[in-house]
């Protein structure tokens, strides 16, 4: 997508700090973390969100969910949270589907 900031993480045209990457997607360091660990994982195609998963593009998400794993164990992360943002009131400021994965600290439940 022409005008996505993601897309353009995702085709290097923007720099990020990688953690992992493959064909199918990226993970790299948020620029503004949240924890002491702080990644997201992103599909290399424009998926807008959660609530744009259908059939044809859910192994892209099962493949992310692989990687979030792997990355955890690569990192020496234990317990961690997974977090996607869909739509403006929950928070969502860039419209290309990511997963925040959270670690080393306590987190409280429910998320604010
Ligand atoms: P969300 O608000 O759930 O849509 O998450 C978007 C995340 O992208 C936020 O946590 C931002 O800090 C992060 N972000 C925005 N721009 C960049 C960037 N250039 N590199 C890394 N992370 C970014
Ligand atoms: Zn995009």
């Known amino acids: ?58 192994s892209v998400v099962a493949h992310i969910f692989t990687v979030i794993a792997k990355v955890a164990k690569q990192l020496g992360i234990e317990s961690f949270r997974v977090v996607s943002n869909v739509g403006d009131q929950a928070g969502q400021s860039v419209k290309h589907l990511h997963f925040h994965v959270l670690a080393g600290r306590d987190m409280t439940w429910p998320p604010g």
């Open 1 to 58: 997508m022409n005008d996505c900031l993601f897309c353009k993480i995702a085709a290097g045209e923007i720099p990020s700090k990688k953690v992992y990457e493959d064909e199918v997607c990226l993970a790299f360091y948020d620029i503004d973390p949240q924890a002491p660990t702080h990644f997201l994982v992103i599909p290399k195609q424009h998926i807008a969100s959660c609530a744009e998963v259908k059939e044809e593009n859910a």
